[in-house]
């Protein structure tokens, strides 16, 4: 089934470039789809490698190019703080970087240098916990595309005073960038400690809305993304999905 998304940021981006951000698949192999008549937008095939998309442009991978991307690996990887999920700054640290021998955990050989794998939705570089690492495009799409409805769970520490009434607006009520956020599941578990579900992954979300409400965070951990659940893999640490793991993450 053809991927498709709607671009609605502010800013004229290269194809290659929004969807190596989003996930779908690396630059490189953004433009070797280009190349090879696969993508299109608003209906029309694309033909220059430096096309740029602009608010409200739909862009189209085919049911080859998804095919194409579908043929890859899925990892879990239990990002430490220190680490950004995608590609980094000069001075930064990628999370692609703990895919070693050493860190492996389980069985499946460490994929090849060339295998690219971008993040399947993003982790801030101060939170820690489940990130997907993924050459497959159906997976991406089932995490991150426009009709994804999987949640995301995630263990907050904050400092502040927690009131039921924060707490009512942080489950709804609040708005980032001027687009209100959906619903989120927000609840208490100990005296600083709160638990957040959440259907959208807008950047640095959690942090922004507790910074809202007086509320502020030291320490975010995620825990579970739709039925993949982070357990009990060591910080640090990779292993591979299982194909009954893939099978429930992209709804059978």
Known sequence: MAFTRTYDGPEPVRINKWLGQSGVCSR??????????????????????????EAGQTLTLSDKATATLAAGVTIMVHKPVGYVSGQPEPDKR??????????????GEVPAD????????????????????????????????PESDLDKEYLVRVTGDITEKKLKVLRHG??????????????RMESFRLK??????????????????????IDLIRIRIGPIKLDNLPEG????????????????
């Open 28 to 53: 490189r192999e953004a433009d070797a789809l280009i190349a090879d008549g696969l993508v299109s937008v608003d209906g029309e095939v694309v033909t220059d490698a430096g096309r740029k998309l």
């Open 237 to 252: 640490k990779w292993r591979m999905l299982t194909a009954e793991e893939r099978e429930a993450l992209v709804g059978g």
């Open 174 to 187: 609040l708005m980032l960038d001027g687009r209100q956020l959906k619903p989120a599941y927000v609840s």
């Open 114 to 145: 060339e295998v690219s794998l971008p993040p399947i939705g993003r982790l801030d570089e101060d939170s820690r916990g489940l990130l997907l690492l993924s050459s497959d495009g159906v997976v991406a799409k089932a995490v991150i595309g």
């Open 196 to 217: 957040f579900i959440l259907r959208e992954g807008r950047n640095r979300q959690i942090r922004r809305m507790c910074e809202m409400v007086g509320l502020e965070v």
């Open 94 to 107: 990628p999370a692609v970087r703990l895919i070693t021998e050493n860190n492996r955990v389980g069985e």
